[in-house]
């Protein structure tokens, strides 16, 4: 049974910084996409940042220059490198995976909360 793992959630202060890392566990052999999404209240759930299995990453217009996210596939491991925190960025964030070549293999993780002070 595959289970994300995420962890680094917290709070901080506007302009701190945070990192986020989920983890695979029980994933088969496959190369898979990898991603963060966030859910603020009363929002949607929206994609924050993917990383494909050859590393082309892809970022929300409101992250770009501040989040960088990163894999380490030998860990079954991916990453999100918060910086410059806005207020706005506030939500439940969610780790997410799905292979590459069996669509049906996709995954999410439990959520960390991300809470930024102003």
């Known amino acids: 049974q595959v289970q994300l793992v995420e962890s680094g959630g917290g709070s901080v202060q506007a302009g701190g910084s945070l990192r986020l890392s989920c983890v695979g566990h029980?994933?088969?052999?496959?190369?898979?996409?990898m991603a963060w999404y966030r859910e603020a209240p009363g929002n949607f759930r929206e994609l924050v940042a993917n990383i494909t299995s050859s590393r082309i990453t892809n970022y929300a217009d409101s992250v770009k220059g501040r989040f960088t996210i990163s894999r380490d596939n030998d860990k079954n491991t991916w990453y999100l490198q918060m910086n410059s925190l806005k207020p706005e960025d506030t939500g439940v964030y969610y780790c997410w995976s799905r292979s590459e070549i069996v669509s049906d293999w996709e995954y999410w993780g439990q959520g960390t909360q991300v809470t930024v002070s102003s």
């Open positions: 029980g994933m088969l052999l496959s190369p898979h996409t």
